[in-house]
């Protein structure tokens, strides 16, 4: 399944500054029972958005008017747990395609890159920044550059490199799973094989 491509997104920025989300968290495992990828975004962060009348709680950030965008910013150890690929699916579902962090656990970070939201860490030092100009002004921008590998702090200018592996960034840049990957160069693999 191809995901949107990746370039450069330029976004408001939702704030999750919470620390140790982990996958139960972020798509509680009692919504895990579909096999497709849609609809997930509906229960993202289900028991931290509604009560347990299904009324959304007026102090979580996805329900406060006053932030959106498709950049999360969430605390430190985002993603830690099981290795449910579905906590990935709930954040595209939703509308996020870049999460930034100061740490996140391997597993998720791997499942992002495969999912199409690019998980993009920073220091501890540069996410305080982000937090406090976001808290400052919820329309604060921040720009991902997957082709400079820069995050930046567009108000100010204050911005961080960060790492990614080459062959997801090309795939996040063609909007490309594995899959998707393997079909592009069919050809080449053809002719490989008939040249053997």
């Known amino acids: 399944m191809a995901y949107d491509k990746f370039n450069i997104l330029k976004s408001t920025v939702v704030p999750l500054p919470t620390e140790n989300v982990d996958t139960d968290q972020i798509i509680p495992a009692r919504f895990l029972k579909a096999t497709e990828r849609?609809?997930?975004?509906?229960?993202?962060?289900?028991?931290?958005?509604?009560?347990?009348?299904?009324?959304?709680?007026?102090?979580?950030?996805?329900?406060?008017?006053?932030?959106?965008?498709?950049?999360?910013?969430a605390g430190k150890n985002f993603g830690s747990g099981s290795s449910r690929e579905h906590a990935v699916w709930a954040l595209?579902?939703?509308g996020f395609r870049?999460?930034?962090?100061?740490?996140f656990a391997d597993i998720f970070k791997n499942n992002c890159l495969n999912i199409g939201v690019l998980p993009v860490t920073v220091s501890a030092e540069f996410a305080d920044v982000l937090f406090e100009a976001v808290e400052n002004d919820p329309s604060t921008e921040v720009e991902v550059d997957?082709?400079?590998?820069t995050i930046t702090l567009v108000s100010t200018g204050a911005s961080e490199s960060f790492d990614i592996n080459v062959y997801k960034k090309e795939n996040m840049k063609n909007g490309f799973d594995d899959i998707d990957y393997l079909l592009n160069i069919k050809d080449e693999i053809t002719e490989f094989a008939v040249n053997r």
Do not use: A
């Not at 870049?98 to 740490?103: A, E, M």
């Open 38 to 73: 849609e609809g997930f975004g509906d229960n993202l962060f289900r028991d931290w958005r509604y009560d347990v009348e299904g009324n959304p709680k007026k102090d979580f950030v996805l329900n406060d008017p006053t932030f959106s965008g498709k950049i999360l910013l």
């Open 92 to 94: 595209y579902d939703y």
């Open 98 to 103: 870049c999460v930034v962090s100061s740490f």
């Open 146 to 149: 997957i082709e400079k590998q």
